[in-house]
């Protein structure tokens, strides 16, 4: 074989092998979550039940959904809006181009194609442990279960998130937009602090649910947990620990100065 027609080969198998990955790695895009957890923190366990929306925005019928939780976030069962038990294999891997990083990786069979333009929910149950990425490189990542400090983001894979173990995926998810609806139940002495607008809480004798929903459109959910104080005024909100009570002051003087910049005197 002359080394043009070897040239041509190995053109061909690469642009060949480059299609059948980006079609093998159609996702399907994200429209909402309805995301319900529960911390247990006499064993420091998350336990979560969470609906994804999703949408066929592709051109090719979508047939499997790949998930990504937290290595040590086993999912218990799958089910799609009529409550029917959808097939799902799930393992720990690395993700591939951050081989350090291990998560579970789980991918659920629908039991109808998902052609395009077509919709559906899958919800997931599942329940485990968040320890972080820190000691893996990620220093920032202490995403973690605990009654001084809790937090639970997407960068800690403490949610179910739509994508496979690799990092081009990985980069493409802060270009998802979708609105949450998060249900969060701790005991009554924590509060729970995240970016959307808390719009309803009830308590009984021992614990206390949140219910956030998300202001706008997003492409993370955050949440973080502690019996935090709270300084208040208008729209604005300081959430601090006890000791940082005059820096927190601080802080809100300043939001309500600007505030009132920005907003009571801009038209003066």
């Known amino acids: 074989m002359t080394i043009k027609k070897l040239l041509i080969s190995f ?7 480059f299609a059948f990955s980006a079609d093998a790695n159609e996702l399907p895009k994200i429209l909402e979550y309805k995301l319900n957890l ?5 064993t420091k366990k998350l336990y979560g039940r969470c609906e994804i ?23 218990k069962n799958v089910e799609n809006e009529n409550s029917v038990p ?28 998902l052609s395009p333009g077509e919709q559906c929910k899958i919800e997931l149950e599942y329940e485990g442990y968040l320890f972080g990425y820190s000691a893996e490189g990620w220093r920032y990542v202490k ?6 400090f809790t937090i639970i983001r997407t960068d800690g894979f403490g949610y179910p998130v739509i994508g496979y173990p690799n990092e081009r995926d990985m980069m493409m998810i802060v270009q998802e937009q979708y609105d949450y ?15 959307g607008k808390l719009i309803d809480q009830t308590k009984t004798d ?3 649910t949140f219910i956030f929903r998300s202001k706008r459109p997003s492409w993370r959910i955050d949440i973080a947990i502690s019996d935090y104080q709270t300084f208040e005024k208008g729209e604005n909100k300081v959430y601090y620990f006890a000791p940082d009570s005059l820096g927190a002051l601080k802080v809100m003087n300043a939001l309500q100065a600007s505030y009132e910049l920005y907003t009571l005197n801009r038209f003066q």
């Open 206 to 208: 021992d614990e206390t």
């Open 86 to 113: 959808l097939p799902f294999n799930q393992e720990v891997v690395s993700i591939s181009g951050w081989e350090e990083i291990q998560v579970n990786f789980i991918e659920i069979s629908l039991i109808k194609m």
């Open 53 to 75: 929306t999703i949408s066929n925005e592709t051109n090719q019928p979508i047939g499997t959904v790949p998930v990504l939780l937290y290595r040590l976030l086993s999912v």
């Open 181 to 195: 609806l998060i249900n969060i139940t701790v005991p009554n002495e924590m509060i729970v602090v995240t970016a």
């Open 38 to 42: 529960r911390i247990d923190y006499g």
């Open 143 to 148: 995403d973690h279960i605990d009654k001084n």
């Open 11 to 17: 053109i061909t198998l690469v642009f060949v092998s």
